[in-house]
């Protein structure tokens, strides 16, 4: 299945100059060409491409993300340190939420003040 840029920075939201920009950093395993060099999307590669954009929503360092390609090419036998970088981050993000949450609170308060006051 060959899916042409076009068609995934409509399913993404993602220009095609930040696809591109992706795959020259490093940020997606290679993506194949057709006989007239034009980029042919696989199914995996949109996995890839969607894992990138969570990774990037949530804060990940773009070193981080490319060495999660780059291990995940050498093989199976680096999932432990893989696997070891998605929980440091996932620690993160937990924190993440928490300072949202407790930020979340505080405009809460702000607002239930403002409802206690009535409309001025």
């Not at 949109?46 to 090419?73: A, G, H």
Request: charged share 35%; hydrophobic share 35%; net charge positive.
């Amino acid at each position: 299945m060959c899916i042409r840029i076009k068609a995934v920075t409509e399913a993404t939201g993602l220009t095609s100059h930040t696809i591109r920009y992706y795959e020259k950093e490093g940020l997606l395993p290679p993506i194949t060409r057709d006989k007239n060099g034009i980029r042919c999307f696989s199914d995996d590669n949109l996995y890839w491409l969607d894992l990138v954009i969570c990774l990037k929503k949530t804060k990940m360092p773009t070193d981080q993300i490319k060495q999660i390609v780059e291990l995940s090419q050498i093989g199976d036998e680096t999932i432990p340190e893989r696997k070891a970088i998605l929980k440091a981050h996932r620690d993160k993000i937990d924190a993440q939420i928490k300072e949202l949450e407790e930020s979340k609170k505080k405009v809460m308060k702000k607002i239930d003040f403002y409802d206690g006051l009535g409309e001025c």
